[in-house]
């Protein structure tokens, strides 16, 4: 067979790429808006069906990863706390539950998916617009503690060790999704893509004639651009979630260590190399402040800006 010449046949990829078609879906699940951007040859009628399939699989790991569903899959785990046998689940439950266990030993517990109790208490006070008793805030947060999950990702097995412990996966599972979103366009041969989880965003390949995404983060200067390509990034705050009491905002984010929820009216950016990783540190961050620079020592691919929370 006669070979094409090099000079043509990168001209030819090269026209290809440009005359990639621009697609741009939305799915409303998790709490949030997921929006799916990517460029394909494919026609309107592909990626539709692309896009829907992904969104399928969106709605399957909600319930697998939802806390408050009574009958997804968290859930019914954690009905089977305190026993000494080891439940069997999805690998995916398996997977970000094992992640989350990494996540909470390098923070030194900052981040802890053990929290439920305390999360679902706090949920109650926003609603009500009123301070958790003192008694109910302190025999949730004797069920914090994130040592007593043990994982067998191998096996896809999970034993939850103290009794009456409630997961709550609210800080990881949207980076998680995203980044199964990323890896299922990849997957069906869509390398250039977006995937924003309601802020949690995973990043392919840049889009054609570009240097990468135009991705805008919160800074103290103002809201900077950023141009970004193959990577996560996740911003963490208390601007759409608090409840405000007396002048004082009580963020959605809990400190597992103190069972009290943030009140600093900062933002954290965190650019990691997948969303999984910016979205737990993200949210780890926020817990420590400034003082967790320390636990990132060990990760100079991870990248931090804090700012000031919009009122």
Known sequence: MKKMPLLLLCLQTGIAAWTQNRFEFRHPQMGTVFRLVFYSNQDSSEASGLASAIFGRVDTLNMRFSDWLPESELSRLCRQTG????QKVSAELADILQRSSIYARQSQGA?????GALTRLWRRSRSLKELPEPDRLSSALKTVGWKNIRVRPGASCVRLRKKGILLDL???AQGWTADDCLGMLRNNGVATALVDAGGDIALGDAPPGREGWQIEIPSAEGNKQMTLKNCGI????AAYRYLELDGKRYSHIVDPRTGQPLTQRTQVTVLAKNATDADAWATALSVLGEKGWDQLKSKPEIKVWISESPL
Do not use: L, P
């Open 83 to 86: 026993g000494k046998g080891c």
């Open 111 to 115: 981040f802890d998916i053990t929290v």
């Open 170 to 172: 609210g800080g990881i």
């Open 234 to 237: 996740t911003t963490s705050g």
